[in-house]
């Protein structure tokens, strides 16, 4: 027998007992242990076989880490049929999460009982694959064909009462999952129950498979794996036989296993994992927080603190005058009534949060007892050094100061403090009570506890939460302004905004630049560029003034009803507007451009290019400490297609070497954009990829 499985002979009941920490998944070790363990329990003539996990978890699903490397018997799905064929009563009870192979396990034994807070699933579509061990031809046997086709594309978690519902469990017991696994087992001998095998269970219903098909797909922006089990599904409800359906499961399963979505969305899984895990912070406490100051109480600062009143820190929120304090205070019960009408709170809750957690204040006097103070006010370096000197003035001892900068130098704002190494970044993405996306910005003086207290806050407040070293625009900003910048090239060289945007949203972006653009408001990068052009741009960059013009129209975007398109007959139509062209082909003609054409293929190649080689530069320069770091970035708050892992896993799988021919083939016409990262050529050089630089440093 393998440790991973305790074996046990309780009268006529074998107990097989998972121990896998932390999650119990269904290594080779545990595979192993459990065929061992049924056929001892065959042979050793008991009339029934328990299976439960130890720990926190039934099966949480196979073990991600053995995907890609060559199988070793037993295999999941012959194990599940083995389980399922034996001549004793087989019985799972379930607590945590039965996942992916974790359910499949469980949908092979013969009755199901979990405890209340138990949840089942089949996630595996969210790692680019489908389930490959029976799940896809067992689920619509007990729970029919349109609950199974929910589960299986979406890989939601259902919790037990409605997976009761569904017949996807038996029975909800509370208690200890091995007392009441051996309760309900001895009940069952007890009436004679008989062995109940979901195969021979009759075939489900037939539905209009090809409308589900092209639903899912179009729904997935390009992503295969939910489609795909679309037609597995249909194996369940249409194949001449049970062995048959699973066949089609299984070459369905090869298929998804073979494509770089499957390695893009298992990196982005492990990726999620590593991002908050860094050496330097590991056994680093964070400081104490109860209640935190937000100053500014704009859309920006609502939303942190809306996030803030809901994982339960008390908020003063600082306004110039007690009319903006009343507006400030309008937005974060807008932003809570939104979590109100979804169930997420109670009206009883929500004016808790909005009278007692929250207080009002004009006075900077009212932050002195916070623990933590995030300054979320205009976007002007005069401005942040006002604010942070009268902080550094007011705030208790060991208050950690943040700013919610999306540009500006951290350590230029620490430095007019006495306390450097309490301040740092803490850049959260709007709508920041929606957003996942935290870049927690670490200054040159910042402490080790007070970056651990950003982390901490992140996760307190459900973030997504990556470090970042100071420079303009931290991770993400500073690579969107080079690869917005590469769009803007491309526009002057004779793509359209729509042809980009289309290009992308079929590369899997949610949207594209112009439209992200229009709904952040053009606003925004029109301050930008006018920092930009202020501080002097280097004469070799290339400039346009397009894009002013639009704004100097007062065209903003969503906000003003036109930007890039014409929002009168609503987002969804993606009208364009028709001021835009015109602006485009004057600048062209003025700087003495002759338009040419750009295939889709060559927008997406250099635009990912440019985004990617900068990636390379932030890596490089330790502006991000991993590649995974960037990764993480751009799939939170920027809305790059998951199914591609990221920035530079997407690379990865292109192939450094044709990449950096690209950059060195455009360097050609615009030697000073086209720069390509001394990280990507060193990694060319060697033969390794930014994969290799992750596994080093994780
Ligand atoms: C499948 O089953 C396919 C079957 C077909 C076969 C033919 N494998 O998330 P946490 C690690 S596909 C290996 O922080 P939580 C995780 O990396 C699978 N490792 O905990 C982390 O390690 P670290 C279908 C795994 O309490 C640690 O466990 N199943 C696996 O927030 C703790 O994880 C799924 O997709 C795994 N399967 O959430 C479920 N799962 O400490 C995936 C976790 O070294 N897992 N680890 O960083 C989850 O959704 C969550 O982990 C959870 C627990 C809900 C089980």
């Known amino acids: 027998m393998s440790e991973a499985i305790g074996y046990e002979l309780l009268g006529d009941i074998a107990i097989l007992a998972a121990n896998n920490p932390p999650v119990n998944a269904l290594g080779h070790a545990v595979r192993q242990g459990l065929a061992d363990g049924m056929t001892r329990a065959e042979a050793e003539g008991a009339r029934a076989v328990l299976i439960y996990g130890t720990g926190r978890t039934y099966f949480a699903g196979a073990d991600i880490r053995e995907f890609g490397k060559p199988p070793r018997d037993p295999w999941l799905p012959e194990l599940c049929n083995r389980i399922e064929a034996s001549p004793l009563l087989v019985v799972s009870a379930i607590h945590g999460t039965a996942l992916g192979g974790g359910l499949e396990v469980a949908l092979s034994t013969h009755y199901r009982i979990a405890v209340p807070s138990a949840k089942v699933g089949l996630p595996e579509v969210h790692l680019g694959i489908l389930p490959g061990a029976g799940g896809t031809q067992r689920l619509p046997r007990v729970a029919g064909t349109e609950a199974a086709l929910d589960m299986i594309t979406t890989g939601r978690h259902v919790r037990a009462d409605e997976a009761l519902k569904l017949g996807v469990i038996d029975r909800i017991a509370e208690g200890e999952p ?196 995030i300054e979320a006010v205009f976007e002007d370096m005069e401005v942040k050094k006002q604010v942070f000197t009268k902080l550094d003035a007011v705030c208790k001892p060991g208050a950690v100061l943040a700013s919610n900068t999306s540009y500006l130098d951290i350590n230029e704002i620490a430095a007019v403090t006495s306390r450097p190494q309490d301040v740092l970044g803490l850049h959260f993405f709007s709508p920041a009570h929606v957003m996942k996306l935290l870049e927690v910005v670490i200054a040159d003086k910042t402490a080790p506890d007070v970056a651990a207290t950003g982390f901490a806050l992140g996760k307190r407040m459900g973030k997504v939460s990556v470090r970042a070293g100071v420079c303009d625009g931290f991770i993400g900003n500073r690579i969107l302004s080079v690869y917005r910048t590469c769009a803007d090239h491309m526009i002057l060289d004779g793509a359209s905004p729509y042809q980009i ?198």
């Open 178 to 373: 091995r007392e009441i696994g051996l309760a309900y087992v001895r009940e069952l001998l007890d009436e004679g129950a008989p062995r109940r095998p979901v195969s021979e269970m009759p075939a489900p219903a037939s539905v209009d498979f090809d409308a589900v098909y092209d639903a899912v797909l179009k729904k997935g922006r390009g992503q295969l794996s939910p489609a795909t089990a679309v037609r597995a599904v249909q194996a369940a409800a249409e194949a001449p036989s049970f062995a048959e359906g699973l066949k089609r499961e299984r070459d369905l399963f090869m298929e998804l296993m073979a494509t770089d979505q499957r390695e893009g969305l298992i990196h982005a899984f492990f990726a999620d994992r590593a991002v908050d895990k860094l050496p330097e912070l590991e056994g680093v406490a964070p400081r104490p927080l109860a209640a935190i100051g937000v100053i500014g109480g704009g859309t920006m600062g609502a939303g942190i603190a809306t996030a803030a009143l809901l994982s339960g820190l008390t908020v003063t929120m600082l306004e110039m005058s007690p009319q903006a304090a009343e507006a400030a205070k309008g937005r974060i019960e807008g932003n809570l009534s939104g979590a109100l009408k979804r169930g997420k709170l109670s009206q009883a809750q929500f004016e808790a949060l909005t009278t007692k957690a929250l207080t009002l204040a004009t006075d900077y006097d009212a932050l002195r007892e916070a623990d933590l103070v």
């Open 501 to 698: 945007d289309e290009a992308l949203e079929e590369f899997g972006f949610a949207m594209g630049p112009f439209a992200v653009a229009d709904l952040a408001g053009l606003d925004i990068g029109w301050a930008v560029r006018k920092r930009k052009r202020a501080e002097g741009l280097d004469p070799r960059a290339r400039d346009s003034a397009y894009a002013d013009k639009l704004c100097e129209a007062g065209h903003f975007g969503q906000k003003t009803g036109k930007g890039y398109y014409d929002y009168a007959a609503g987002a969804k139509a993606r009208v364009p507007n028709p001021e835009v062209m015109p602006l485009i082909e004057a600048e062209r003609a003025q700087q003495g451009i002759t338009p040419r054409d750009f295939s889709k293929d060559e927008i997406v190649r250099r635009y990912m290019a440019a985004m990617v080689n900068e990636a390379a530069k932030v890596v490089g320069e330790g502006i991000a400490r991993r590649p995974l770091d960037v990764d993480v970035t751009l799939l939170y708050g920027y809305g790059f297609p998951r199914y591609r892992g990221g920035p530079l896993k997407w690379a990865d799988l292109q192939g450094l070497p044709q990449l950096l021919a690209d950059i060195k083939r455009w360097a050609a016409e615009d030697a000073y954009f086209w720069q390509p990262a001394p990280l990507l050529e060193k990694l060319v050089a060697e033969g390794r990829t930014f994969d290799d630089l992750n596994k080093e440093a994780v």
